[in-house]
C-alpha cells in the first residue's frame, strides 16, 4: 500500500487514525492489556477495553497515556504501533509520516516522548501539532484568517481552549479535565450517596445515556448494576440526570474558569471577533447535553458544538498533514 502518511488522535480514552483520501479508518480505545508476569503485551483497543475491571491477577489493563500525554513510554509505543500496523496493513514499502496532535500545554520533554514513540512504532517522520488548532481545522474554522476564532475541544484526559488567529494560537489554556474525570466524579458521588460501588464502564455509560451539564426541566433516568458497599452484595438502583449533574459540578466549574481566563487574556479586536462569531466546541466530552449551553450562560458568548465533534481532531490531524506547507508555522516538532 502506497499510503505514506498518517494523521492519529492520540487521547486518554480513545485514539483515532486518520488517513488522507479514506478519512478516519480506526476509532479504539487507549486501553492496553499487559501480563503482569513478563510484561507482554496480550491485546489493544476495543479488545483491552472489554477486560477493565475484569481481569485476573495476571493480567493488567491499563490507559498508557494519562491528562493527554505519556504516562507509560514502552506501552504507548506498543499501542501506536498497532494502531499504524492495523490502518496500513501488515506489508508495506514505505516508512509513513505521522502527525500526532498534543495538549497545547504539553511541555518540551513530553512532546519529546510522543516523537520518540512515534518513531519506535515505525514512523519515518514524526510531526507533532497542538490539539486546539487541528480541532479548529478539523471545524473547518479558516484558522489563516486575521481575525479570531475561540475553540473548546473537551477530551478524556484535557480540555483545551484557545482563541485562534492568523493559523497560530493567541491565547490559550489547557486543564487536565475531562470525560475520564467525569466518570471517576459520579461514581464517586454514587458511592458515597447511595452506598452503592460501580465500575468505570457503568460510569461512562449512564454520563452518556442520562447525563446532563444543566440540571434538566424534566430529568432523565436509567437502572445501574453495581456492589452495596454496607452488604457487599449485588444491588439495582435507579439514578437521574440531575444525580450526574450534581455529581460532576466541580469539573464542570474548573472547565467554565479556564473558558473564561482565556477570554480574559484574548486582545479586545479578537474579543469583538468572538462575541460576532461565537465559541465553537469539539471533542467527545463536548457531546454531554447541554454543556454548549452552560458555556453560553457562563461567559455570555453564543457557543456551538462542531459537526463530528468526536473527530474533529483527527480530520484536523489529517488535513494538516496533507498541506504540510500551509500550516507548517502550526507545526512544533519534526523529527
Same mark, same amino acid.
Given at each position: ?118 518513531? !519506535?512504532? +515505525?514512523?519515518?517522520? /514524526?510531526?507533532? $501539532? =497542538?490539539?486546539? %488548532?487541528?480541532? @479548529?481545522?478539523?471545524?473547518?474554522? *479558516? ?53 452503592? !460501588?460501580? +465500575?468505570?464502564?457503568? /460510569?461512562?455509560? $449512564? =454520563?452518556?445515556? %442520562?447525563?446532563? @451539564?444543566?440540571?434538566?426541566?424534566? *430529568? ?116
Amino acid at each position: 500500500m502506497l499510503i505514506k502518511k498518517i494523521g492519529i488522535d492520540l487521547g486518554t480514552t480513545n485514539s483515532l487514525v486518520y488517513l488522507p483520501k479514506r478519512g478516519i479508518v480506526i476509532n479504539e480505545p487507549s486501553v492496553v492489556a499487559v501480563s503482569s508476569v513478563d510484561r507482554k503485551i496480550l491485546a489493544v483497543g476495543v479488545e483491552a477495553k472489554e477486560m477493565l475491571g475484569r481481569t485476573p491477577d495476571t493480567i493488567i489493563a491499563v490507559r498508557p497515556m494519562k491528562d493527554g500525554v505519556i504516562a507509560d513510554y514502552k506501552t504507548t509505543a506498543a499501542m501506536l504501533r498497532y494502531f499504524v500496523n492495523k490502518a496500513l496493513g501488515g506489508v508495506r514499502l514505505f516508512r509513513p509520516e505521522v502527525m500526532v496532535a498534543v495538549p497545547a500545554g504539553i511541555t518540551s520533554v513530553e512532546r519529546r516522548a510522543v516523537i520518540d514513540a512515534t518513531i !519506535a512504532a +515505525g514512523a519515518k517522520a /514524526a510531526y507533532i $501539532i =497542538k490539539e486546539p %488548532i487541528v480541532a @479548529a481545522i478539523g471545524a473547518d474554522i *479558516p484558522i489563516g484568517s486575521p481575525s479570531g476564532h475561540m475553540i473548546i475541544d473537551i477530551g478524556g484526559g484535557t480540555s483545551e481552549m484557545a482563541v485562534i488567529s492568523l493559523g497560530g494560537i493567541v491565547s490559550s489554556t489547557s486543564v487536565k479535565i475531562g470525560g475520564n474525570r467525569f466518570d471517576l466524579a459520579i461514581a464517586e458521588y454514587i458511592r458515597r450517596k447511595y452506598n452503592l !460501588a460501580i +465500575g468505570e464502564r457503568t /460510569a461512562e455509560r $449512564i =454520563k452518556i445515556e %442520562i447525563g446532563s @451539564a444543566m440540571y434538566m426541566a424534566e *430529568p432523565l433516568s436509567e437502572e445501574i448494576r453495581g456492589r452495596d458497599t454496607l452488604t457487599g452484595l449485588p444491588r439495582i438502583l435507579k439514578v437521574t440526570s440531575d444525580d450526574i449533574t450534581e455529581a460532576i459540578q466541580s469539573e464542570l466549574e474548573g472547565i467554565v474558569q479556564a473558558v473564561k481566563e482565556v477570554l480574559h487574556k484574548t486582545p479586545p479586536e479578537l474579543s469583538a471577533d468572538v462575541i460576532d462569531k461565537g465559541i465553537i466546541m469539539s471533542g467527545g466530552s463536548s457531546l454531554l447535553r447541554n454543556f454548549d449551553q452552560l458555556i453560553v450562560k457562563a461567559t455570555g458568548v453564543s457557543a456551538y458544538v462542531a459537526d463530528d465533534a468526536i473527530f474533529c481532531v483527527a480530520k484536523g490531524t489529517g488535513i494538516a498533514l496533507e498541506n504540510l506547507e500551509s500550516y507548517k508555522r502550526s507545526i512544533l516538532s519534526i523529527k
